[in-house]
């Protein structure tokens, strides 16, 4: 079984530009929440979206936006990036269907924002 | 953004050593989980633990939920080389099907000599 896979797993992005990170979920898995980590902020909840709905979204301004598609894929877009953004983003996926067994990471996308 | 108190914050051991980490946090979860990070990677998880004073074991690795809800700790017994990385604990407080995020612990990141 494939794993959770994001793309791209690096990305350089000017200050004011906009980014979209994608993630592919495990097969069959409907829930998908995005994670911001920094070394000084840890791993930070952003959102998390099920059969395409937004279920949840965590304390980041609203330049931090996701969506998620038929097909359990996902996408995450920051407008406007500051250098602050510079982080390793990573998408989890979960199958709800088999109770709350946590959730299969991806190996994330590094943004760095120069 | 929020964060639970993991500790201790490093720890560098000998191989065959025993290492314990715990996490502490202010509010109630319903489920903690303990997952493991090497570099460039997403986090992989170890042990799920679903119900207070629940007690379990993965192969070296043993893992308690706290009675109070509030806490749990992590053991690895008789470390090895590639134990090596950053621990990080998880709580989550779930109901119905309202809200899966998961809050993390600041991380104990983990060394050991052969």
């Known amino acids: 079984k494939a794993g959770v896979t994001q793309t791209p797993r690096y990305l350089i992005k000017t200050r004011g530009q906009q980014v979209t990170l994608s993630c592919s979920p495990i097969?069959?898995?409907?829930?998908v929440s995005w994670y911001q980590q920094t070394p000084g902020q840890g791993l930070q909840f952003l959102f998390e979206?099920?059969?395409?709905?937004?279920?949840n979204k965590g304390n980041f301004p609203g330049r931090f936006s996701g969506r998620q598609f038929s097909n359990s894929r996902s996408e995450m877009n920051v407008s406007t990036l500051e250098l602050g953004d510079s982080a390793l983003y990573l998408c989890?996926?979960?199958?709800?269907?088999?109770?709350?067994?946590?959730?299969?990471f991806g190996s994330g996308t590094r943004l760095t924002v120069v | 953004g929020q964060q639970l108190n993991q500790s201790p914050q490093s720890m560098f051991i000998q191989e065959g050593e025993d290492v314990s980490m715990n996490c502490t946090s202010s509010?109630?979860?319903?489920?903690w989980l303990w997952y493991k990070q090497d570099p460039g990677e997403g986090p992989v998880l170890l042990i799920a633990l679903y119900k207070a004073g629940e007690l379990t074991s993965n192969g070296r690795l043993t893992a308690q939920f706290g009675i109070t809800r509030k806490d749990s700790f992590l053991n690895i017994s008789a470390s090895i080389p590639s134990d090596v990385g950053i621990y990080f604990c998880a709580g989550q407080l779930r109901y119905g099907g309202a809200t899966n995020k998961l809050i993390f612990g600041t991380g104990t990141l983990l060394a050991v000599q052969p």
């Open positions: 509010s109630i979860f319903n489920t």
């Open positions: 097969s069959g898995h409907r829930s």
């Open positions: 979206y099920f059969s395409e709905t937004q279920r």
């Open positions: 989890a996926s979960s199958s709800q269907s088999q109770g709350w067994y946590g959730y299969t």
